[in-house]
């Protein structure tokens, strides 16, 4: 019985990190939504997105299921708690990655981005990505050291959105109240996205030391 048990808790930690691997699947498509005006992309993005939350949902009844009827105990119940947080965390790094490829669909076939802030937004993509890659693979290993990377590896992002709302913020900006915004809720999107992966990392942390790292 324990070792059935201990196989479904490893069944789940290796459909977590599948469902971590589609979030970066999901926030490449929307940044070439984004940046490309490509439609394709962002139907792409909207269709990951689905499919993330119809796994999340079933990921969430096992583990809820197993908390019930195994009474887990020490490291088996931070497990199940903290993988219960990520699904969450999880369903919404797709429903984020779904909002940009979205800002994109409703301007095609206009782009959002004016050209002096492409390379900024790139940026963000391309954290953002990371991020998600970063987080699969803390989920994946269990490694300490690694989420501690992830977490501090926030700070880019952090960083990049300072600079998004200088531009936008600035006396000088060209393109009216509209873009502003759209712009700052792109930026948005992406630092959220970042910081559930650093939330991710916290998790692992917890289930392998029994604490959450201070910073």
Same mark, same amino acid.
């Given at each position: 019985?324990?070792?059935?048990?201990?196989g479904?808790?490893e069944?789940?930690?290796?459909?977590?990190?599948d469902?971590?691997s589609?979030?970066?699947?999901?926030?490449?498509?929307?940044?070439?939504a984004?940046?490309?005006?490509?439609?394709?992309?962002?139907?792409?993005?909207?269709?990951?997105?689905? /499919?993330?939350?119809?796994?999340?949902?079933?990921?969430d009844h096992?583990?809820?299921t197993l908390?019930a009827?195994?009474?887990?105990?020490a490291?088996?119940l931070r497990a199940?708690?903290?993988?219960i947080?990520?699904?969450?965390?999880l369903?919404r790094?797709?429903?984020?990655?779904?909002?940009?490829?979205e800002?994109?669909?409703?301007?095609?076939?206009?782009p959002?981005?004016?050209?002096?802030?492409?390379g900024?937004?790139?940026?963000?993509?391309?954290?953002?990505?990371?991020q998600?890659?970063?987080?699969? /693979?803390?989920?994946?290993d269990?490694?300490? /050291?690694?989420?501690l /990377?992830?977490?501090?590896?926030?700070a880019?992002?952090?960083?990049?959105?300072?600079?998004l709302?200088?531009?936008t913020?600035?006396?000088?900006?060209?393109?009216?109240?509209?873009?502003?915004?759209?712009?700052t809720?792109?930026?948005?999107?992406?630092?959220?996205?970042?910081?559930?992966?650093?939330?991710?990392?916290?998790?692992?942390?917890f289930?392998?030391?029994?604490?959450?790292?201070?910073?």
């Open positions: 019985m324990r070792q059935h048990f201990s479904q808790l069944n789940m930690r290796t459909d977590l990190t469902l971590c589609l979030t970066e699947t999901a926030i490449d498509h929307a940044t070439r984004l940046l490309d005006t490509d439609l394709g992309a962002s139907e792409a993005c909207a269709d990951v997105d689905t /499919e993330i939350g119809y796994r999340a949902q079933e990921i096992r583990a809820l908390i009827l195994q009474a887990p105990v490291q088996d199940l708690i903290s993988g947080h990520n699904i969450a965390d369903r790094m797709g429903s984020l990655a779904a909002h940009v490829a800002v994109a669909r409703l301007h095609f076939p206009a959002v981005v004016p050209g002096e802030l492409r900024v937004i790139s940026e963000m993509g391309v954290a953002a990505k990371a998600a890659a970063a987080a699969t /693979e803390v989920l994946r269990r490694d300490c /050291e690694r989420a /990377e992830l977490i501090r590896a926030d880019r992002t952090d960083a990049l959105l300072r600079e709302f200088a531009v913020k600035s006396d000088d900006w060209p393109y009216g109240a509209a873009s502003a915004v759209n712009i809720l792109l930026g948005r999107f992406y630092e959220r996205f970042c910081d559930h992966t650093v939330e991710i990392g916290r998790n692992v942390i289930v392998v030391t029994g604490d959450f790292p201070v910073a």
